[in-house]
C-alpha cells in the first residue's frame, strides 16, 4: 500500500481516531457496505472483515432492522459511517446528525441537493465527518445529477465537508470532481455488483472503495474482502 503513503494526511482527516489507535497505516482504501436488515449478521461480518477495511458503512436497512445500538456495536470492531444521506430541513439535520454522533459514528453521509442551510445545519451538528452525496453512482441518477454535481462538490468544498461521494461507476466525474474539492476525500460506492471498476475509480481520483455486496453477499466474504484488496493493491501500484 506504499503508493498510498502520499496521501496519509488525507486519511487522518478521515480516520482521526484510527490515527488516536496508532493505526494510521492501515489504511486499506477500503469501506465495506454492510447492507443487511439483521444485526447479528453485520456484525458477523464486520468481526471478521475488520482488519480488512477502514471503516464499516451502515445504511437504512441495517438500523431500521437492527436499531440504532447497532451503531454502538459495530463501533467495538471499527469506525462507522452513518449513510443516512441526510436530505431535511436544517433543524431535522441537525437531529439526525447529533443522533448518529451520539451512537459512535465516525462520519455520515448527507445530501447536499436541500441547499446551504441544510448542510451547515450538518456541518455544525458533527462530532466527526461529514460527506456530501455528489454524483450517484445508479443509472437513474443521470437524471438529476449530472447538472448539479459540480456546484455540490463546489458546496461541499467551501462549507468544509470532510468529503464527497461519487459513483464508481462514473470514474471520469470522479477525475472532474477531484479538481473541484483538491484534498477532500472521495468515495466511491458501486464497485462490483453495480459495475464500477476499483482500478478505474482509483486511477481516477477516489481516496476510498464503498463495497457491499461483493462481500457481504458472497459465500466466503472474508476471502471476497481480500479479493477485493487485491484489486486495490493493483491499482496503487499502476498510481
Ligand atoms: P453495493 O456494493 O452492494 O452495490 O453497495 C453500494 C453501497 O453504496 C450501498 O450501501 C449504497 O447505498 C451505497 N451507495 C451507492 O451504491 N451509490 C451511491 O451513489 C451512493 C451510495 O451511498
Redo the contacts with the bound molecule.
Sequence with gaps: MQSFSHRADAHEAFFPRRLLRGNVKRAHRLVI?L?QRNGEEALSVARRTSDLCDAF?V?YPLVLGAGMGIVDRLAEHGDVLC?F?VADIPHTNRLIVETAFDHGAAGV?VHGFTGEDSLEACLQAARGDIFV?VL???PG?DRFFPSAAEELATMAKTKGASGI?V?ATRPEAIATMRVIVGDLLILA??????GGDPGEALRHGADFL?????ITAAPDPVQAAKDVLRAINRAGESL
Excluded at 189 to 194: N, S
Excluded at 210 to 214: A, D, K
Design positions: 457496505a447492507d458503512k445504511n449513510d444521506k453521509v452525496v450517484m453512482s445508479h441518477a461521494v459513483g460506492p458501486g464497485v462490483g455488483t453495480q464503498i463495497v457491499g455486496r461483493t
